[in-house]
């Protein structure tokens, strides 16, 4: 009876024109579609016409997805901008009188291209498309919800260079996200040259190896890293202009400052800090706001920052400052004294002032991490990107200041997206869905405080790509995508209403344009089910599956159901095109156990990360300093443990970070004698498929530790026999 229903309801809305067959599935979803019958043909010697020197550029930008040329008058895809239709607003008209896109903007056209490429086949993505080429007749009318729809790329923790960060202003194009922020100094790193300090890029950009800047992520032997020159910075505003982004630089101020402070000591504040714990390495990362000479060498940088980004807003920072730095500082708190000043972020908020006053003078607008309101008002022009919590975006918008929305735990992409995937954890673990759930109302916000929202962005830190390969881009893409799909489609459609099944097939019709745009993607995890002896796969996303046993180094194609009686022995991940899935299985194969422990080390411990603690498993311990040569850390069983496999760890738990550099593994079966087992390898090893029962494990360093004040020791992992 209820499918009757449904049925005859279709039925209908195929008679008043609401639903056809081939609907085209796009991304984000346009405010209006009308679909007619027959096709537009695109054949060669077709041309795009633009009449428009304006907008040359993205007639470019569809000849070359398109493989055809360009003509100043008629052409079968004609392009010009409409005064009648708003900032980025447009509409796309397909019929036998060729393809019409009309834009409010420069913005405007760009859009209505990237929604006519999703007309397309999905060859139009890589060059693969040959014509001729049928477009559905349609009328499209189109707009987004929210002017601001950003991206933040940290390129200082994983540096980028000018081809990757142009590969990722495409796929953001393609998405239509009109902001990219370009995360370009940090703790461990400067990544824009500075003509008048040219040691800012010329030392900080590299760390590792023989480089000043001691390598607290990733390659740790080697000089590693980079930096944007004037003409790279030129070169990647003109593309993503082109594209209809806007770069946003930021130079993370006053806190975030290591880099700057390794190569300029004199910008910390004015006391003796206590080095031994790191050979000597002052970490301290907090720039000395009661130096008059640290707001000259500011102004230094802030001058040809200006110059070089067009962005009407410069985001200075403004979060995580280390204020434990200024209250040890007599310089500091004499200033807060002359200016009646009685919290440290009332001096932040003096800097972040000064700062916005600079940025005036070079006819531009701070834009700054919701920390920096939290001493006092800031001019109302200031632009606050809120990241701790929804509540802290509230009290931004409430008071007054624009406000970009992107709390960590919906829009921090370099979180994990469940518990055993890669990345980290500290906001929350969440994948696309989460992503797309999001409205400002159902979060909390008020009428009011939704008013002084511009925008939603996401935001890419990147140090745990460094330690993967930073290489290729595939780490990038698929902590990124899918849920930037997501944030695409509730940018720009906005709305308080969600459809998750509706967009899930839109998305996984979209996965085809991916897969030609090259993106490596994350797939749904596949379904395992284990009933009547057999293990049963399933995908409904296009993907096939594939399948490994325990200590096999060998993949099989999953075809049909498996016949096994130790279905904990299976794994499995669905793949297409680049994208992936995490490895599925029965909750068994994932299952690790808790034997008791000791761990005993030749450094000592630190109180509140203490070895005793680590040993209940579950957090990780520290010690009082860094590692040297032959300093060693051993875990010691109360019982022999027989396992499948063990991994043994130093560094934070989704991060290899505080960690032995470099070191040797060894296990012993009997607590006396030893047997070298191997190297680690960013900080951790596997012992795969032990063949006793294993009493201790001593991992020893071979090298300093290198810029880091301890050494995190993570409890064992351990995987029973089956
Ligand atoms: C931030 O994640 N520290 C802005
Ligand atoms: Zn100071």
């Known amino acids: 009876m209820k499918q009757r229903v449904v049925i005859v309801i279709l039925a209908l809305m195929v008679a008043v024109g609401y639903v056809r ?34 907008l040359l550029p993205a007639a470019r930008y569809l000849a070359e997805h398109l493989n055809i040329g360009i003509t100043r008058s008629g052409g079968v895809v004609r392009l010009a901008v409409d005064g009648t239709l708003g900032t980025e607003q447009y509409s796309v008209v397909v019929s036998e009188d060729g393809v019409v896109i009309s834009g409010g903007d420069y913005g405007g056209v760009f859009n209505a291209i990237t929604t006519l490429l999703q007309l397309c086949p999905e060859g139009v993505y890589d060059d693969s498309c040959t014509l001729p080429i049928g477009i559905p007749f349609c009328e499209i009318e189109d707009q987004p919800r929210w002017s601001h729809r950003g991206f933040m790329l940290d390129v200082c923790r994983t540096w980028m260079d000018v081809e990757a960060v142009k590969d990722y202003i495409d796929l953001l194009a393609y998405h239509k996200i009109n902001n990219l922020r370009l995360h370009l100094t940090d703790d461990e790193a400067w990544r824009i040259d500075i003509e008048s300090h040219p040691e800012l890029a010329r030392d900080g950009g590299f760390r590792g190896g023989d480089a000043k800047i001691w390598p607290r992520y990733g390659k740790w032997n080697e000089r590693w890293g980079g930096y944007y020159t004037k003409q790279d910075i030129a070169e990647l505003v003109e593309y993503a202009r082109v594209r209809n982004i806007t770069i946003i630089p930021e130079i993370d101020l006053p ?43 500011i102004e230094d940088i802030i001058a040809e920052v200006c110059a070089m980004f067009p962005s009407e807003y410069i985001h200075v920072g403004g979060d995580e400052v280390d204020m434990s730095q200024w209250r040890r500082c007599p310089d500091c708190r004499a200033l807060m004294q002359r200016e009646g000043m009685t919290s440290t972020e009332e001096l932040q908020r003096y800097f972040m002032a000064r700062i916005g006053d600079m940025l005036a003078n070079y006819g531009k607008l701070p834009a ?83 008013q002084n929202i511009i925008g939603l962005e996401a935001s890419f830190f990147s140090e745990a790509y460094a330690s993967r390969n930073p290489e290729t881009a595939d780490y990038l893409h698929y902590q990124t995508f899918p849920r930037l799909v997501a944030l695409s489609e509730i940018a720009w459609v906005g709305g308080d209403e969600r459809d998750k099944e509706e967009f899930y097939s839109r998305m996984v019709a979209h996965y085809a344009r991916m897969d030609a745009m090259g993106v490596a993607y994350r797939l749904v995890p596949p379904k395992v089910k284990y009933s009547d002896g057999r293990l049963s796969v399933s995908v409904d996303d296009g993907s096939k599956v594939y399948y490994r046993l325990d200590a096999e180094d060998k993949e099989y194609l999953y075809t049909e159901p498996i016949a096994t009686t130790s279905p904990a022995h299976y794994s499995f991940v669905s793949r297409r095109g680049k994208a992936s899935s995490p490895e599925a299985a029965v909750e068994q194969h994932f299952r690790t156990i808790t034997p008791a422990f000791k761990i005993t080390s030749s450094m000592d411990d630190r109180e509140a990360f203490s070895f005793e603690k680590a040993q209940g498993y579950g957090r990780l311990a520290r010690t009082s300093r860094a590692a040297d040569v032959g300093d060693w850390v051993m875990f010691t069983f109360d019982q022999p443990v027989r396992c499948r496999r063990m991994k043994v760890a130093t560094g934070n738990f989704q991060l290899p970070r505080y960690i032995f550099e470099n070191g040797y593994v060894e296990v012993s079966y009997d607590g006396v004698a030893f047997e070298r087992v191997g190297d680690l390898e960013a900080g951790m090893f596997f012992i795969e498929s032990p063949a006793r029962a294993i009493k201790a494990v001593r991992i020893t360093a071979t090298s300093r530790g290198n810029g880091a004040e301890w050494v995190s020791i993570q409890p064992p992992t351990i995987w029973p026999l089956l």
Request: glycine share 8%; hydrophobic share 40%.
């Open 368 to 450: 700054v991490w919701n920390e920096a309101i939290d001493g006092g008002v800031l001019s109302t022009a200031t632009r606050v990107y809120g990241w701790e919590g929804i509540k802290e975006c509230r009290a931004a918008a409430a008071a007054g200041y624009d406000v970009v929305v992107m709390p960590g735990q919906y829009f921090y992409f370099d979180m994990k997206q469940t518990p055993r995937e890669p990345g980290h954890d500290w906001a929350a673990i969440f994948d696309w869905t989460k992503v797309y759930g999001f409205t400002p109302a159902s979060v909390g916000f008020t009428t009011s405080e939704q």
């Open 21 to 54: 067959a081939a609907e085209p599935k796009i991304i984000p979803l346009p405010r209006s579609i009308e679909l007619m019958d027959g096709v537009c043909r695109i054949e060669q010697g077709m041309k795009i016409g633009c009449c428009d020197e304006e």
């Open 255 to 297: 806190g975030h400052s290591l880099c700057l402070a390794t190569l300029h000591p004199e910008i910390l504040c004015r006391y003796e800090p206590n080095t031994s714990a790191a050979f000597g390495y002052d970490t301290r990362s907090a720039i000395c706001p009661a130096s008059e000479a640290n707001y000259l060498l």
